[in-house]
């Protein structure tokens, strides 16, 4: 008889790897790796993952950290340092360091596994799950642990369902009818479909189930060739689905909704464009994403702040918020905000205006300013007047506009433009 998913769990560390910049995000990313970039008004992108281990029952769990992780180590420290070794939890950051007589960061993404096989070991697990800390979801792995158990697999991935002509960016999967990998494609220029459906495609997650006995081996046997990447996706992953047993988990099958009906929810925020759009689709009627659910929540450091303060109100300066996101320790005063999240302690000042704006904490909006359509980094302190989002040309010259129209602005930039003026 096998044991049950609850059991699994028990037996499984989860092994985040948090190292990546995160270039796309552009300045976002200047001071702090990809998965501490904020998201959702409180949360931090690597609280994704954590909560969806912790949700799923595992509760030992590793974090490999390398570029800039100052900030990502202490927000786990402070958010995160619930585990109580006496009940047999573990929550270990792992930074790049020499061990062994080693000299070298992180190689890749296998190699951040190989490089602590020892501290994998300590923990006496039978399964590892690995996961990347940089993206948006909620899902119940035990039902993934499960599916890798029953079907005997080498290796289970993780898989999106997405449209063909979608696919070219990820690393996509071509099964049969049981859902065994027969090809895995890295960024194929022709995806292939799936059974039944051959206008989708099966397209990687960066999320892997093993035996760890298995995955020890694997290990070992890529850190002595020489013509590797050591990466999971790159060489890993082929290797297995060439020479043993690789299964796709289908992410349809274990994502956390918030009702039988609702849409699977997946982002990658990678970009400005797409990190500003995530967050503001939070503020709709019925976001698809559910911040709400007691469930399965999102754990993360709360700061001990105030609730939010909404004061004056004159005709035309009146503190106000329509279909927005405000947090704790926010003061709106005498400012009109529309469709926008405000993280922990922002304070915007009398005939200021906000619209479509994400504001990252400890943001200061000086009167009479008028922005729209921005990303705002953590601690800028905007001038009185500024106006953004209405004249692009403008808006070059001083900050970074993306692609998609969106304007990010940070500190520094704010000071080169005071010195030109």
Known sequence: MTRSATQLASRTMAFVLAGGRGSRLKELTDNRAKPAVYFGGKSRIIDFALSNALNSGIRKMAIATQYKAHSLIRHCQRGWSFFRAERNEYLDILPASQRGGGTQWYLGTADAVYQNIDIVDSYDVDYVLILAGDHIYKMDYELMLRQHVDQDADVTVGCLTVPREDAKAFGVMDVDDNDVITHFLEKPDNPPGMPGDPDRTLASMGIYVFKWTF??????????????????????????????????????????????????????????????????????????????????????????????????????????????????????????????????????????????????????????????????????????????????????????????????????????????L
């Open 215 to 420: 995955l020890r081996d694997l290990l070992l046997r890529d850190h002595d060739l020489k013509d590797t990447s050591h990466d999971f996706g790159a060489d890993l992953i082929p290797y297995v689905v060439k020479h043993g047993k690789a299964v796709a988990h289908r992410f349809d099958q274990s994502c956390v909704r918030h009702d039988e009906h609702s849409p699977v929810y997946w982002r990658d925020v990678g970009t400005v464009d797409a990190f500003w759009q995530a967050n503001i689709d939070l503020t709709a009627m019925v976001p698809e994403l559910d911040l709400w659910d007691r469930d399965w929540p999102i754990w993360t450091y709360a700061e001990s702040v105030p609730p939010a303060k909404f004061v004056h109100d004159d005709e035309d300066r009146r503190g106000h918020a329509i279909q927005s996101l405000i947090a704790g320790g926010c003061i709106i005063s005498g400012s009109k905000i529309r469709e926008s999240l405000l993280f922990t302690q922002v304070h915007t000042n009398s005939y200021s205006s906000l619209t479509r704006a994400v504001v990252l904490p400890y943001v200061n909006v000086a009167r009479s300013a008028r922005l729209q359509n921005v990303v705002i980094d953590r601690g800028v302190h905007i001038p009185e007047g500024l106006v953004v989002g209405e004249d692009p040309i403008e808006d070059r010259r001083w900050f970074r506009v993306s692609p998609g129209g969106i304007t990010l602005i940070t500190q520094k930039m704010l000071n080169l433009r005071a010195e030109s």
